[in-house]
């Protein structure tokens, strides 16, 4: 592994906020806050990677916060302040290719912070700081759908490579996710719209005392300093990875930072979470490519025949994991003076870079097979079975206390830094085989569980039935996500289903969040809570000049 900070005039010396890499080739591309996305071609060199120009596509009139290429490569997606978004096709010429710009889809009124594709790239998915996603026909240039049941900005939009689920993530401190399903039409074909299913917003940290409990919210609020919360899924579609997690382990214990694994099987709740960095975690992104197995090891959180490599960004480290290994398998820190934006992969994972408001960007090179051995098949996600298996040690018991659904850990408090020297440091970590985790629950404590069913799950079981006001008993290490309260969006969705009145069932051990007046309220009159309402954070951005678009005959 060889890399750094490289040092070039990427955007006029101003922030670099979104990059890309090109599906089939080495051509990275860059957008800032210079209006600009520019093009170039990276390669292998001596110390640090080579970095060359290759071309500018200007036709942005205000900062490019997102660009995301089509999984094919024919066409690029670029989102920017005031609500634009553009479409780029590649044409080819006698000199060689050229991008052009293809189309304009208009409908966000404010600044446009995240978008990802479909798999098939017909459609495209975008978050806004008005608030709202909206699924776009890229064939027809028009607006599939809205959906804007979030209360604050957007930061955060992904596609299920399954095509069954989308994602985004809030300032509002929510995940939510939708399911695709289909409306029955009087004319013409069945047409897809996605429903909210599953709300993820607060745990529930129990005390003591049987009667009194807390609750905390799993994401940061709105102060969080950075624009964007970028999620991820895994290329297989086995588990959903969210960032700007914000976990208590008690009321008493300070709040640490994390990224939540969210399991296909089961996207209601975090399954566990990866070892806390010193700071918020602002982007996520997966390696293209799966590897073989490491060794004939069988334990780990992750049950999957193959390994995925995925980097993890806080505001100023890069975390590098596999589904093999509980530590990091390599932690860059000390590489950029402002907060990171986003991570991406080359195609062939000889690559990874990042981009940071300071105004330049950091590529790392990794060598032959030094992530691994690429599987040769091409990987696809299994609905029948889950990706993450539960410790061994987890209990599930049955309360009928305010119908929540709840998760609690038992563990020992394991706390886990990480230093930041001044210069860029890169750590390669051995693989570690994941610890067994030990059963800390005695048959003593089980019997004082009064009126629970309990089932043990063992490595070898990748689902368990769920009985009504599940709570599961972990005794694992921190890692564990800790006691999620589901809420169901059901009102405000109602009326994206038209002429449907199909909605997705309410499960008994869900609590429900309705708003009103746009305001965040949490029913539950056992603790008789206040609603409170999210407030805009004040940010500061470059200046903005408007400048006229010149059409570009396509």
Aim: charged share 25%; glycine share 4%.
């Amino acid at each position: 592994m060889k890399g750094g900070t490289v040092q070039i005039n990427w955007h006029d010396s101003k922030p670099v906020l979104t990059l890309d890499f090109h599906p089939n080739s080495a051509t990275l591309a860059t957008g800032g806050a210079d209006y600009d996305i520019k093009l170039w071609l990276i390669s292998s060199g001596e110390k640090l990677p080579s970095v060359s120009y290759h071309n500018s596509l200007s036709y942005h009139s205000s900062a490019v916060n997102v660009l995301r290429f089509a999984p094919s490569g024919e066409l690029l997606a670029s989102g920017a302040d005031g609500g634009e978004l553009i479409i780029w096709k590649l044409h080819a010429t006698e000199n060689g290719q050229t991008w052009k710009v293809l189309k304009t889809l208009s409908f966000h009124r404010k600044d446009v912070l995240d978008l990802e594709w479909s798999t098939d790239g017909s459609f495209l998915i975008s978050g806004s700081v008005d608030n709202s996603c909206i699924i776009w026909d890229v064939n027809k240039g028009s607006v599939h759908q809205i959906l804007d049941s979030h209360f604050h900005y957007v930061q955060g939009v992904a596609w299920d490579p399954l095509a069954k689920y989308v994602a985004s993530l809030s300032s509002d401190r929510t995940c939510r996710i939708y399911l695709k399903k289909a409306q029955t039409k009087t004319k013409g074909a069945d047409k897809k719209n996605y429903i909210c299913q599953h709300v993820i917003s607060k745990a529930e940290n129990p005390s003591s005392d049987d009667f009194k409990s807390t609750k905390n919210h799993l994401f940061h609020d709105e102060t969080l300093p950075s624009f964007f919360r970028r999620l991820a899924w895994s290329p297989d579609g086995s588990f959903l990875l969210v960032p700007a997690g914000s976990y208590k382990v008690s009321p008493a214990t300070e709040t640490i930072n994390t990224a939540y694994v969210f399991s296909r099987k089961d996207l209601s709740r975090p399954a566990l979470h990866p070892p806390c960095a010193n700071k918020a975690i602002v982007a996520v992104r997966f390696c293209p490519l799966a590897f073989r197995l490491r060794g004939t090891n069988p334990s780990g959180f992750f049950k999957l025949p193959h390994r995925i490599v995925f980097a993890v960004a806080t505001l100023d480290s890069l975390y590098i994991y596999d589904t093999q290994s509980v530590a990091p398998i390599a932690i860059l820190a000390g590489l950029h003076y402002a907060a990171i934006t986003d991570i991406t992969w080359s195609p062939n994972a000889h690559f990874l870079a990042l981009s940071s408001q300071d105004g330049y960007c950091t590529i790392v090179e990794f060598e032959n097979d030094e992530l691994g051995s690429p599987t040769e098949e091409k990987v696809f996600g299994e609905e029948e079975e889950s990706s993450v298996k539960k410790p061994e040690g987890m209990l599930i018991e049955t309360t009928t206390e305010n119908s929540l659904v709840a998760t609690k850990v038992n563990n020992e408090e394991n706390k886990i830094s990480v230093k930041k020297p001044e210069d860029m440091v890169i750590d390669a970590a051995p693989n570690k085989s994941l610890v067994a985790v030990e059963n800390e629950i005695t048959e003593a404590e089980r019997n004082k569980q009064t009126g629970a069913d309990k089932e043990v799950i063992g490595d070898d079981r990748s689902t368990a039935e769920k009985p009504e006001d599940m709570v599961i008993d972990t005794a694992s290490n921190d890692c564990l996500a800790a006691n999620i309260e589901i809420s169901e969006a059901e009102g405000r969705e109602k009326k994206v289903l038209e002429d449907d009145s199909s909605t997705v069932q309410k499960p008994e051990d869900m609590v429900t969040e309705t708003s009103a007046n746009y305001s965040l309220v949490e029913l539950n009159d056992s603790k008789k809570e206040s609603s409170s309402t999210v407030t805009t954070p004040t940010v500061n951005k470059p200046t903005k000049r408007r400048i006229t678009p010149m059409p570009i005959d396509p």
